[in-house]
């Protein structure tokens, strides 16, 4: 009986051994994600590569240890942009844009940690890709800044003159803001619309965990940021925008969003839900009339093609939170990938991040929507 016992556990043993030599179907990835650059120290945000294929990046003051908000990648290295002595004059940067005209546009939030904005303190500047220097600085006017402002990405059209941004509230009204970049007079547009704020009903689960703030006490927050990703067409004639804490894609007609005669009532009229795409950080347009997504929850990009369907080009565990997204003349689309959703705020004040951090690349065989 002994003998009989003993050879029942052998065989079970070798039963189990087989199966657990078996392959364990897995999720498949989709597209080629191609990373082409690690970050080893502060957590990015914003990339953007120029019309020459320079590549710039930023650094927000998130609390991580940030030397400067603004780099190039050169020679496999970042290095402060356009010198270490213009970053001091930076005080929290969420985005860099390159125009597609010779200049870089750096976004500045002077908010700190996600503070109040200082007075004055938000400001767009313009650095000249030739001489690598400072060629324009605009302020925000007071009349668009609220003390919960926190402006996160911008586009440019420069057949109007216009710099399209957005405020991604934490706690306040998100709202468009449209900046006149010649006489820096601003518009602060469809503030508190349903739009451009988080939806009430919105739950993110990344990773296999319902996102919210989670502070150290115990206690929690919903996870609320209002308007956040930004895409101008290819002839400016369309504004895409889409609340951080939403799946939905929202569009509106330029023109007037631009016009001061136009009321919120008749702006909010022509506002159009354009449906779930799934939860976005960074949006992007090209010159075909496709728009591009970040899908933080699935580490996705995903495609709407100019007949409003959508394909995933890539899904990949590797882009955990893709975040900002820029079309490079190689016919790339470029994004960064922070893991922004296992900061301490998120998980009771323990920094989940792993170093480190990612710029990807998928190829999507077009240009840049122009912005002239």
Excluded: C
């Excluded at 925000?140 to 402002?149: A, D, G, H, W």
């Excluded at 003349?329 to 990612?358: I, M, V």
Aim: glycine share 10%; charged share 20%; proline share 6%.
């Amino acid at each position: 009986m002994k003998t009989l016992r003993i050879a029942a556990a052998l065989a079970l043993a070798f039963s189990l051994h087989v199966q657990a030599a078996e392959p364990v179907p897995q999720e498949r990835p989709v597209g080629q994600a191609e990373r082409v650059f690690v970050f080893t120290g502060a957590m990015p945000t914003g990339v953007s590569v120029s019309e020459t294929g320079r590549i710039f990046v930023n650094f927000p003051q998130w609390g991580d240890d940030v030397p400067f908000g603004v780099g190039e990648i050169r020679d496999g290295r970042v290095v402060a942009y356009p010198s270490a002595a213009a970053n001091r004059d930076f005080s929290s940067v969420q985005s860099v844009v390159a125009d597609g005209q010779g200049k870089l546009w750096v976004l500045d939030t002077a908010a700190p940690g996600f503070a109040a904005p200082k007075a004055g303190g938000p400001k767009l500047v313009a650095v000249d890709l030739k001489t690598d220097k400072v060629a324009q600085t605009v302020v925000f006017p007071s009349n668009v800044i609220l003390p919960t402002t926190y402006v996160n990405d911008v586009r440019f059209d420069f057949r109007t003159g216009t710099a399209y941004v957005t405020d991604s509230s934490l706690s306040g009204p998100g709202a468009i803001i449209v900046l006149d970049l010649a006489s820096g007079a601003a518009l602060r547009r469809l503030s508190g619309h349903a739009s451009t704020s988080a939806d009430p009903a919105f739950a993110p689960i990344v990773e296999g965990e319902n996102m919210k703030v989670r502070n150290a006490d115990g206690s929690t927050q919903a996870f609320t940021v209002a308007s956040d990703g930004i895409a101008l067409s290819a002839d400016g004639a369309t504004l895409y925008y889409s609340p951080l804490s939403s799946r939905h894609l929202y569009s509106v007609p330029t023109r007037l969003l631009r016009d001061p005669a136009v009321s919120e009532q008749q702006l909010a009229a022509a506002v159009k839900d354009l449906g779930e795409k799934g939860a976005s950080d960074g949006l992007e347009a090209d010159a075909d009339g496709a728009v591009y997504a970040s899908d933080y929850e699935h580490n996705s990009i995903r495609k709407r093609a100019p007949d409003g369907s959508w394909s995933t080009l890539a899904s990949d565990g590797r882009l955990l939170w893709p975040d900002t997204l820029s079309i490079g003349p190689d016919g790339y689309l470029y994004f960064t990938a922070n893991q922004l959703h296992r900061q301490a705020g998120f998980h009771g004040g323990k920094d989940l991040r792993e170093k480190a951090y990612g710029l990807f690349r998928v190829k999507i065989n077009a240009k840049p929507a122009p912005t002239r």
